[in-house]
């Protein structure tokens, strides 16, 4: 299961356009559903594993980059999201919407809890429960549009001969 | 030669082996250190690298920011039509109720207003129509709002809302301004059954105002009274007012009982029997007043 990188590129650059575009009208609390993190889901569960790890880690450059925060931290945590999903894709039933639904639900969980800790030490950021309803925001969001956006990386087919 | 040719062949062999068995390892402790790295360039060096890939996404931005604004709007606009919609049935709805509330209130309202102005009436009555009504002996005027007519056969009974808690007894009159409506029939302890005029159990005892003939009148089952006992001879026309004579002892005296309606007929041998119309509507009423008598003028038994 090779990545087409050409369609990972446009795909990647396409997400970077809408992430900072489109999305600000779908809002929710200053919340929207994270494009990158959806697409470096889908690699990590249907791509060639070391692919999937690359890709993930450009991915979450892609991020760095667009929300200006610190070079390579995302790129890190998207690493270590996907190389985590790589390890339980073959206990899983990856087909089934829900499960796709929960791994969305519980990785974007772990990343901004780990982010958001990580602000804490180095950024004096106080820990607080807005902090904590915006991450369970964050994850209900992500939740809600994963069907939406799995289904259409599908059709874009960035992976060659998807396992049924 | 060939033997540095194996060698080299055999390292390369074992260190694909390597590879091979550590790929994910190999590229996730790279990648990692590559992480590392990055984030230790200079700011001003990452801010160059992101203002140059910014102003690559700059155009396809504004082109996603204007798709994404026009349908906002158009999205927007439904909605708030769709939620004026809403609100315009609500507000209906509201207008419906306040509506009804008003009419309720302006009822009641002219309703209570009529009560008063017969109360006055009966109570400061001058001699206007010549008809001074003794009040000195009224020692009671309960109002009473109508809340049901009954008329079964030929009965005509009102159902008022008052009873024996509010004073009421039978045999009481019950007047609308300066007019008779009828008589206290039956008293329950909050609501009373008031017999009308029109009622063929009803009689009182009426005078002609202009020929001064006296005469019984009672009621008929119809809209319409009967005046009986008036002697052939009698000088009664029709548009007479007739008033009550307090002879029974129940009715005060001159109250309004009704107006002529015919010219008389002569039928029978010995009396005229006169068509009078009540002075009173009864589909017009909406309260009465009840009198209490302080004394009777009379001591007669109950006619009925």
């Not at chain 1, 190389?83 to 206990?91: A, G, M, Q």
């Not at chain 2, 509506?99 to 009529?114: A, C, D, F, P």
Request: charged content about 20%; glycine content about 6%.
């Amino acid at each position: 299961m090779k990545v087409h990188w050409e369609k990972f590129a446009m795909v990647l650059f396409a997400c970077a356009v809408l992430q900072g575009s489109l999305l600000f009208y779908i809002e929710v609390e200053s919340c929207a559903p994270d494009l990158f993190l959806m697409l470096v889901i889908f690699l990590a569960l249907y791509a060639d594993k070391e692919q999937a790890l690359l890709c993930a880690w450009i991915a979450g450059l892609g991020k760095d980059i667009s929300t200006a925060g610190r070079l390579g931290f995302y790129a890190f945590l998207f690493m270590a999201a996907a190389f985590f999903i790589i390890r339980i894709r073959d206990e899983i039933y990856k087909e089934e919407h829900f499960t796709r639904m929960f791994l969305v639900f519980f990785v974007t969980m772990g990343i901004h809890l780990v982010a958001v800790i990580y602000a804490s030490f180095f950024f004096n950021y106080r820990l607080s429960r807005g902090f904590a309803l915006s991450i369970l925001l964050l994850s209900v969001y992500n939740l809600i549009a994963t069907p939406v956006m799995i289904s259409l990386f599908e059709k874009i087919k960035m992976v060659k001969k998807l396992k049924a | 030669m060939k033997l540095k040719f194996a060698w080299w062949r055999s390292n390369q062999k074992e260190s694909f082996g390597i590879w091979k068995l550590h790929k994910r390892k190999i590229v996730l402790a790279a990648l990692f250190v590559l992480s590392l790295l990055l984030s230790n360039i200079p700011e001003k060096k990452y801010s160059t690298i992101q203002m140059t890939i910014a102003s690559v996404l700059v155009l396809p931005e504004r082109g996603a920011f204007f798709v994404g604004g026009v349908a906002s709007n158009f999205a927007k606009d439904v909605l708030s039509a769709l939620g004026a919609s809403l609100e315009n049935r609500k507000l209906k709805a509201t207008q419906r109720r306040l509506e009804i509330t008003i009419s309720r209130q302006k009822n009641e309202i002219m309703r209570l207003r009529g009560e008063l102005d017969a109360l006055k009436g009966v109570r400061n009555r001058e001699t206007t129509s010549e008809l001074p009504l003794e009040v000195a002996r009224v020692q009671l005027m309960q109002p009473g709002k109508i809340i049901s007519v009954t008329s079964a056969n030929w009965s005509r009974l009102l159902i008022v809302n008052v009873g024996s808690r509010d004073g009421i007894e039978t045999n009481m009159p019950v007047v609308w301004d300066d007019a008779v409506v009828g008589l206290v029939y039956k008293v329950g302890p909050y609501c009373s059954a008031v017999q009308l005029i029109t009622d063929p159990d009803f009689t009182i005892w009426a005078i002609d105002v202009e020929s001064r003939q006296q005469g019984i009148v009672k009621g008929n089952g119809s809209p319409l009274c009967r005046m009986t006992y008036v002697p052939l001879d009698a000088n009664v026309k029709k548009g007479d007012w007739l008033v009550s004579t307090g002879r029974a002892g129940i009715f005060p005296e001159n109250l309004v009982v009704g107006q002529v309606a015919e010219a008389p007929e002569k039928r029978g041998v010995i009396f005229l029997d006169i068509k009078i119309k009540p002075r009173v509507d009864i589909r017009r009423l909406e309260s009465v007043i009840i009198l209490k008598i302080s004394q009777p003028l009379l001591d007669l038994p109950d006619l009925r």
